[in-house]
């Protein structure tokens, strides 16, 4: 059964860091592309980062470049989101979600995703 879990959201304070993972059971991450996504209350979910099966190909939100780096650990199949410099409109619901093929910033286009993690950045 295929199982993705989210971990290390948590509050900050403006300016600092947090490192997201995403760990999976039941399948081999390195055959997908993954893509974290983040949605604010009453906003709709955007995709922040992606990287393709291969890692050759990432994408980076404009609002988040120069900030987060994503990356993937095939050693223990997960993938993390470094987050650094991090800004109160960075405060959202975090999700992995993973598909076969390309990578891609479309929600609908993903068949499996985590249950969440929340980042709040406030002082």
């Known amino acids: 059964q295929v199982h993705f879990v989210e971990s290390g959201g948590n509050l900050a304070q403006p300016g600092g860091s947090l490192r997201l993972s995403c760990a999976a059971s039941?399948?081999?991450?390195?055959?997908?592309?993954i893509t974290w996504f983040r949605q604010a209350p009453g906003k709709e979910r955007e995709g922040v980062s992606c990287?393709?099966?291969?890692?050759?190909?990432?994408f980076y939100a404009e609002s988040v470049k120069g900030r987060f780096t994503i990356s993937r650990n095939y050693a223990t199949n997960t993938v993390d989101l470094q987050m650094n410099s991090l800004k109160p409109e960075d405060t959202a619901v975090y999700y992995c979600a993973a598909k076969k093929g390309g990578i891609s910033r479309v929600p609908g286009a993903y068949d499996y995703w985590g249950q969440g993690t929340q980042v709040t950045v406030s002082s």
């Open positions: 039941g399948f081999t991450l390195d055959e997908y592309a």
């Open positions: 990287i393709g099966s291969t890692s050759q190909n990432t």
